[in-house]
């Protein structure tokens, strides 16, 4: 059975005259993957902070689990927050700690878990993501594809039912922004956690999602599939899959 996870009721977010969210509905589904494409600017930040908890709504529900967390109180919104892990742009490692301290942190911080058991989990992660034998570099030593494998490495830790993830592969050429796409596909899968991912990287993160949402004027246009987004008939829409899809998109299509 497909449950929602997270749901968006009449959200409005506002700053000064800006209306960023203007009363949007949006649900996501336990286990799937929703990508979050628009424009920069768009508010596709925004929507991630408010999911977490870190921005407010000014009015209207945000429920996780069931859970509307527009209206809870720091310490059980901590309980919520326990639920994720937040991969962003800058992979955020600590350049001072080695990968393998670096992935293990969250398991030293929040487990009960011993030396010789943080130390199996962290290293069957490192093999897994192919970071075997580079576990006593430093992050100034790593390419950008091997900072945001660590950094996932790291978020997958503490076995998160949801990823939030903002635009992960910038500063990517596009074959690594694939095979970091690819790892996350796999990682989904094995994993079963729900995937929340704000691209840019369009249309190559289509394939990946169960639902695509784009972002526009405050609005979220929902689509069950890239195909769905070509055969819109709104105007911003076509707009959009115009500007960002074009032919390279609809060659692709074809095949
Ligand atoms: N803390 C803030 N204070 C004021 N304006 C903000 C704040 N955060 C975001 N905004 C504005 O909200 C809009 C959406 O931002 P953001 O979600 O970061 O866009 P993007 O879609 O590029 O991620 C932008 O116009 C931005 O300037
Ligand atoms: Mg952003």
Redesign the pocket.
């Known amino acids: 059975m497909i449950r929602p996870i997270i749901e968006f009721r009449d959200v409005v977010k506002t700053?000064g005259e800006?209306r960023?969210l203007d009363s949007v509905n949006l649900t996501f589904f336990e286990g799937k993957t929703t990508v979050i494409a628009?424009a920069?600017?768009?508010?596709?930040?925004?929507?991630l902070k408010l999911i977490l908890g870190l921005?407010q709504a000014d009015s209207g529900k945000i429920r996780v689990a069931g859970k509307d967390i527009t209206r809870m109180r720091a310490k059980e919104l901590n309980r919520v927050r326990a639920d994720f892990g937040v991969l962003f742009q800058s992979s955020a490692l600590l350049d001072s700690l080695s990968v393998f301290d670096n992935v293990a942190l969250p398991l030293e911080e929040r487990t009960a878990l011993n030396k010789e058991q943080i130390n199996q989990r962290v290293m069957s992660t490192l093999v897994q993501f192919g970071l075997e034998g580079h576990e006593h570099k430093y992050p100034a030593q790593l390419s950008g594809g091997m900072k945001k494998r660590v950094g996932l490495a790291r978020a997958l830790q503490l076995r998160p039912k949801i990823m939030l993830f903002d635009e992960p592969t910038t500063g990517l050429d596009p074959e690594k922004s694939m095979e970091i796409y690819q790892l996350f596909l796999r990682a989904q899968q094995e994993y079963g956690y729900t995937s929340i991912i704000?691209s840019h990287d369009i249309p190559k993160i289509f394939n990946l999602a169960d639902q695509v949402v784009i972002?526009h004027k405050g609005k979220f246009f929902s689509f069950d599939s890239p195909d769905d987004i070509q055969a819109s008939e709104v105007p911003e829409i076509i707009n959009f899959v115009e500007k960002t899809m074009g032919r390279v998109y609809k060659s692709m299509g074809l095949e």
């Open positions: 700053f800006q960023v628009g920069s600017g768009q508010g596709k930040s925004v929507t921005m704000v972002l």
